[in-house]
């Protein structure tokens, strides 16, 4: 049972260029999300879906797309890549977006990402 | 969502135990009361949740004020692999964004 896997667990990328940020889990969960952490800061809310199919915006959606075709995927694209976007991107899963309130979400282990 | 407050820094001995406060003085009648922990260059990992009575597993136990203003993680005999930062998190089992607000959370030095 890996859990929540992401890839890459490194990337740097060129301003401009685009990328996708690759996140799976095999524990059939319904809901997922991706965070972005940055320095001296808590854990912000990018995109999240609470099935495949449905996705919806977090805190900070700017310049990313997600989509969700398969329960056990959950890509995130950078559409364009920006200064302001390095930072450490982490993919959560739980069984629903109703037990995320009351039992525990899983996380990856995150991927370091630099635009330069 | 209800805001928490928990000091920046905390310092513990191994083996010796930890209590770990946070201060929810807005928390609403539905809040349940979330810990997680972030080890160093890793993902959070969940640790324990409650939303009245105390909760022991076995990581940890969390006390939770009779008022429900504040909460405390204890940690019984901490070891070094638990030097993290701890985050106290409310979620209001009404609420419709189903997110988890991590603020900076309690960064936990344990002494060898």
């Known amino acids: 049972n890996a859990g929540v896997t992401q890839t890459p667990k490194f990337q740097v990328l060129k301003t401009g260029q685009s990328m996708t940020l690759q996140c799976a889990q095999d524990?059939?969960?319904?809901?997922m999300s991706w965070y972005r952490q940055d320095p001296g800061m808590g854990l912000r809310l990018i995109h999240y879906?609470?099935?495949?199919?449905?996705?919806d915006q977090g805190e900070v959606p700017n310049g990313y797309n997600v989509s969700r075709s398969t329960t056990e995927d959950f890509p995130l694209r950078l559409l364009s890549a920006a200064p302001s976007q390095t930072s450490v991107y982490f993919c959560?899963?739980?069984?629903?977006?109703?037990?995320?309130?009351?039992?525990?979400?899983?996380f990856g282990q995150g991927t370091r990402l630099t635009v330069v | 969502d209800a805001k928490t407050t928990q000091p920046n820094s905390m310092e513990s001995n191994e083996e010796e135990p930890v209590h770990l406060p946070c201060n929810h003085s807005?928390?609403?009648?539905?809040?349940?009361i979330h810990w997680y922990r972030q080890l160093p260059s890793q993902g959070p990992e969940y640790v324990i949740h409650?939303?009245?009575s105390n909760v022991n597993n076995r990581m940890a136990s969390l006390a939770i004020a009779e008022d429900r203003k504040s909460s405390t993680l204890i940690l019984h005999r901490a070891t070094l692999r638990d030097a993290a930062v701890y985050y106290c998190?409310?979620?209001?089992?009404?609420?419709?964004?189903?997110?988890?607000?991590f603020g900076k959370g309690t960064l936990l030095t344990v002494n060898p």
């Open positions: 959560a899963s739980s069984y629903s977006h109703i037990s995320i309130l009351y039992t525990e979400a899983f």
């Open positions: 524990m059939n969960h319904e809901y």
């Open positions: 879906s609470v099935g495949a199919g449905i996705t």
């Open positions: 807005t928390i609403s009648g539905t809040d349940y």
């Open positions: 409650g939303l009245t």
């Open positions: 998190i409310l979620r209001d089992v009404g609420g419709s964004n189903y997110k988890l607000t």
